[in-house]
């Protein structure tokens, strides 16, 4: 079955689910431009998920996903906490803020199950983990495809096993957070990774890393997958819910702009190389999800100043692609053959 009898749209294209980033409006306009628009639902509590999915279900009958984080089974640690929290102090006195509340956030990741079953999204796809079986077994009989993500052969075969319907495979070069079921697993480029998985996989490949151009789709589709997920190259869109800073640094990016680092969330994610990053590379480090508790009002309040040295600019290998423009011109040029 393709993929527009199965996800209920007519391009092989997945926007990937960018927490953060994918406002109602931007989920709208990924499925009016006819590819499965995706709620980044990571760092929302359960009513806030049920309030976005019924916002975009306001504005939209085309199918979207939902993105939910696989909570981590991390150990708390006050001393480590400290050092962590003491060690990003230099950057709260420089953004005015010597001092800062960081509240520990509180996952509610089986509510927000609850809310996907009873809502009912076309699909619901998992980061850093395979959600247990019986989550899997509810949200199957709701009639919700299940998507997994996987960054190396194991996990994506761990995907098939726990009995979701696809996999998405992310290569080295995606912008994010790093979808590995543990923090610091093997680097693989898409284009290695997708032979190593299609051959022992049977159920549909998502790829996603770096991909921006009609030529590389086309590339990996005739290499043997379903589709293909896009994030970074929809950034600077208008409808995007990235700040301005944000837009701005991925438009000026180059080919060499972005690096893989923890130091934001303590989990490992590819985005452009600013001061915060240089400035805390050999610096104590909490694990996820306390170092993104720690960071972020930092990152919020960058924002209000229109700081981009110390935002978390998550973007791809090939962000020097990205351009301004609306969500249907961008989608449009990606498959443009000309």
């Known amino acids: 079955m393709g993929f527009e009898q199965t996800l209920g749209i007519q391009h092989p294209i997945i926007q990937a689910p960018m ?26 509590s359960a009513s806030d998920t049920r309030s976005v999915i019924q916002e975009v279900k306001a504005l939209t009958n085309g199918p979207f996903s939902v993105n939910l984080f696989v909570p981590d089974k991390t150990p708390f640690d006050q001393e480590q906490l400290r050092l962590a929290y003491l060690a990003l102090q230099p950057i709260g006195e420089q953004l005015g803020m010597p001092f800062w509340k960081a509240p520990l956030s509180e996952p509610d990741f089986h509510g927000q199950i609850d809310v996907v079953i009873e809502e009912k999204p076309a699909a619901c796809s998992f980061t850093f983990g395979i959600p247990d079986a019986e989550s899997v077994e509810r949200l199957h009989d709701a009639g919700i495809i299940l998507i997994g993500t996987a960054t190396t052969v194991d996990e994506a075969m761990a995907v098939q096993q726990a009995g979701l319907d696809m996999v998405v ?56 997958a379903f589709a293909v997920q896009i994030g970074t190259v929809l950034l600077a869109t208008e409808e995007s819910g990235a700040s301005i800073a944000y837009k701005h640094a991925v438009l000026n990016a180059t080919s060499d702009s972005t690096v893989i680092t923890d ?76």
């Open 169 to 224: 495979i992310q290569g080295s070069e995606a912008g994010g957070h790093r979808g590995s079921f543990h923090p610091g697993g093997p680097l693989i480029s898409l284009d290695t990774l997708l032979e190593e998985v299609r051959e022992v996989i049977q159920i549909p490949i998502i790829v996603a890393g770096g991909i921006a151009t009609n030529e590389r789709m086309n590339e990996l589709l005739k290499k043997g």
């Open 263 to 338: 130091v934001f969330s303590g989990r490992p994610a590819r985005g452009i190389r600013n001061r915060f990053i240089e400035q805390m590379n050999e610096s104590p480090i909490a694990p996820y999800p306390y170092q993104n508790d720690l960071t972020k009002h930092i990152r919020k309040e960058a924002a209000l100043q229109n700081n981009a040295e110390y935002l978390s600019l998550w973007a791809g290998s090939s962000v020097e692609n990205t351009q301004p423009g609306t969500v249907e011109s961008t989608i449009a040029k990606i498959l443009s053959k000309e």
């Open 19 to 44: 927490a953060g980033i994918t406002t109602p409006e931007f989920v709208v306009a990924c499925t009016k431009a006819n590819i499965l628009g995706s709620i980044g639902a990571g760092y929302l």
